[in-house]
C-alpha cells in the first residue's frame, strides 16, 4: 500500500512540474523594434510613450511584447543601422518613424526581404506626384503607413485666421501679412501644413502677404529665432505667424512677448500637435489656435495594426487618424 502511495506521489508529482512547464511553454513574446526619428521632438516623446503604455496593456497571461525603442537623433544613417540591427535580431515586427522620407524605399525592402511586417508611422512616404500613394507601400501586403493627413491640419490653421475678425488682418492695411516657421522641408507634413494654411485663406477669398518663410526643423529655440529676427525686421506688419508645429509655436510666444506685441490683439499665432501647454496658451489667449495631432489615436492605430500582422491577419496599406482643430473654449 504504502509503495502505491508513494508511486501516486511521484506521479503527481510529475505531473505538477508538466503542467508548470507547458504553462511556461505557452507564454508567447513577441519582439517589436521601434525606430523613432529623433527622441528630441516634443510631439514623438508623447507618440513613443503611448506606443510603450498601450503595448503594455494588451499583454495577457499567455502573450508578451519585448519593445526595443531607438532614437535615429535625425540622422538617416543612424536609423539605417538600427533597422539593420532589428533584422538581425529577428524582430517579429518594425514600427519606424523615418528620418528621411526619401530613404522610404531603403528600408521597405530591406525589411520585406527580411519577411518581417513593417509599419510607418508619422512621415509618409509621398508618390511621384506628390499627391499619391506611395508605391513601396501599395505593393506590399506586410507595410502600411498609420499617420493623419497634414492637408487638413494645415487647412484647419488657415480657417483659424480666416474665422478671427477682418480675417486676421489685424493691422488693416486690406492684407494678411504673415511670417511661416516650417518644420523639416522634406517631410510631406511640412510641406502640406506650409501649402494648406495659406490655401484656406485664398479659398475663401482673402489676399495674402508672406512676408518671410524659414526654416526651423521642429525646434523650439530656433522657432524663437526666427520669430525674434523677424519680429525685428517686419515689427507691426506681422499680421500672422504660422508655425508648423507647437514646439516652433512655444518659441515664437517666447520672441512676441519679448517685442511687447499681444496676441490676439495685434498679432496671431498658429501651432499643430495640441501639447498641453499650448492648449492652456489657447483657453488664456496666449496662442490664437493649434491642431490636435492625435498622438494617442495614432500610436494606438499602429499598435492595433502590429498585432493584426503579428498574428497574421491581413492589414491595410494606409490607415488615417483624423486631426481636430483647437481654438480658446
Excluded at 503527481?12 to 521601434?34: D, E, H, P, W
Excluded at 522657432?223 to 515664437?252: H, K, P, R, S, W
Amino acid at each position: 500500500m504504502k509503495k502505491i502511495i508513494s508511486l501516486l506521489l511521484v506521479l503527481a508529482m510529475v505531473l505538477t512540474l508538466a503542467a508548470c512547464g507547458n504553462s511556461s511553454s505557452a507564454v508567447k513574446t513577441y519582439k517589436i523594434g521601434v525606430a523613432i526619428y529623433q527622441y528630441n521632438d516634443n510631439f514623438m516623446t508623447l507618440y513613443r510613450q503611448e506606443i510603450e503604455n498601450y503595448f503594455k496593456t494588451l499583454e495577457t497571461d499567455t502573450v508578451k511584447y519585448e519593445i526595443t525603442m531607438v532614437d535615429g537623433k535625425n540622422d538617416m544613417g543612424e536609423q539605417t543601422n538600427q533597422i539593420d540591427t532589428f533584422i538581425t535580431q529577428k524582430m517579429d515586427a518594425i514600427i519606424c518613424n523615418l528620418v528621411q522620407t526619401s530613404s522610404a524605399e531603403v528600408i521597405i525592402d530591406k525589411v520585406v526581404a527580411a519577411g518581417i511586417p513593417l509599419i510607418l508611422i508619422n512621415r509618409e512616404p509621398l508618390g511621384d506626384n506628390g499627391d499619391e500613394s506611395y508605391e513601396g507601400i501599395l505593393n506590399n501586403d506586410k507595410v502600411c503607413y498609420v499617420g493623419a493627413d497634414a492637408r487638413q491640419s494645415g487647412t484647419y490653421q488657415g480657417e483659424i485666421v480666416r474665422d478671427w475678425e477682418n480675417h486676421g488682418d489685424l493691422n488693416g492695411n486690406g492684407t494678411v501679412d504673415y511670417v511661416m516657421i516650417e518644420g523639416d522641408p522634406e517631410n510631406p507634413d511640412a510641406q502640406y501644413r506650409t501649402q494648406f494654411s495659406i490655401k484656406a485663406l485664398e479659398d475663401a477669398g482673402v489676399k495674402v502677404n508672406c512676408l518671410t518663410d524659414q526654416i526651423g526643423n521642429w525646434d523650439q529655440a530656433k522657432g524663437q529665432e526666427i520669430a525674434a529676427t523677424a519680429l525685428a525686421q517686419y515689427g507691426d506688419q506681422i499680421d500672422v505667424i504660422f508655425c508648423n508645429n507647437d514646439g516652433m509655436a512655444l518659441g515664437a510666444a517666447a520672441a512676441i512677448e519679448a517685442a511687447g506685441r499681444k496676441v490676439g490683439q495685434d498679432i496671431l499665432l498658429l501651432g499643430v500637435d495640441a501639447l498641453d501647454e499650448c492648449k492652456e496658451m489657447v483657453n488664456n489667449g496666449t496662442m490664437t489656435g493649434t491642431v490636435l495631432n492625435d498622438h494617442i489615436g495614432q500610436s494606438h492605430t499602429a499598435v492595433d495594426v502590429t498585432i493584426k500582422a503579428l498574428n497574421g491577419e491581413a492589414i491595410e496599406n494606409y490607415y488615417w487618424v483624423d486631426y481636430v482643430k483647437v481654438v480658446k473654449e
